[in-house]
């Protein structure tokens, strides 16, 4: 079965404390990995695509990574404003056109 | 550009009322699809159609039906509302869903409680 794992759940940091979450997944042909950022009562707003394994994308403060089985999103010194829900999808071949298959999401405190 | 408009955004309805959650988007993008989010667990896919006059079902459709007749629109109306449909609706386009920019982009959501 299809499956995308998040981890941890929550994380809590100190402000400058670096740290990664993770996403593992298991589909049948990955043709895509995408990382939201969702604020508590707004919809996700997209980060990054990585398409295959090896590929980097950066912006600002986050570097998100792709492994043939994960995907890491590194923050570097993190701010109070990181404070999010970060969700992790994949879209896959086959199957329902389009479908994206989310994580639950780790939710992320950065006390300062 | 306003992206992905939905609309209400919060909405009660009684047991049984039926009640569309409207969606537009302004970026002529050719796939748009509804989502739910409920605690604990990931976002997941109702309805999608990858352009006008094309629609198909998700992982979770019953209970709920979509038309496209426009680029911009793709309402989704819910017929006989019961209490396991309450939860936080989100409406989300892409320029495609296949090769290059497939990131989806999404609306601020919908909060429906049925009662």
């Known amino acids: 079965e299809d499956q995308v794992t998040q981890s941890p759940e929550a994380l809590r940091l100190q402000e400058g404390e670096s740290s990664s979450l993770n996403c593992s997944y298991t589909?049948?042909?990955?043709?895509?990995l995408f990382w939201y950022r969702q604020d508590p009562g707004k919809g996700p707003e997209f980060l990054f695509t990585?398409?295959?394994a090896g590929e980097e994308k950066e912006k600002e403060r986050l570097k998100a990574t792709l492994t043939k089985k994960e995907s890491f999103l590194h923050i570097t010194a993190p701010k109070p404003e990181d404070s999010a829900t970060y969700l992790c999808?994949?879209?896959?071949?086959?199957?329902?056109?389009?479908?994206?298959?989310f994580g639950k999401g780790t939710k992320l405190s950065v006390k300062p | 550009n306003a992206g992905v408009t939905q609309t209400p955004k919060f909405q009660v309805l009684k047991t049984g009322q039926s009640m569309t959650l409207q969606c537009a988007q302004d970026m002529n993008h050719e796939y748009m699809s509804w989502y739910r989010q409920d605690p604990g667990m990931g976002l997941r896919l109702i309805h999608y159609s990858v352009g006008a006059g094309i629609t198909d079902q998700g992982e979770v459709p019953n209970g709920y039906n979509v038309s496209r007749s426009t680029t911009e629109d793709f309402p989704l109306r819910l017929l006989s509302a019961a209490p396991s449909q309450t939860s936080v609706y989100f409406c989300?386009?892409?320029?495609?869903?296949?090769?290059?920019?497939?990131?989806?982009?999404f609306g601020q959501g919908t909060r429906l409680t049925v009662v």
């Open positions: 990585l398409y295959s």
């Open positions: 989300a386009s892409s320029y495609s869903w296949g090769g290059m920019n497939t990131e989806a982009f």
């Open positions: 589909v049948s042909g990955l043709r895509g």
């Open positions: 999808a994949v879209l896959r071949y086959g199957g329902s056109q389009g479908n994206l298959i």
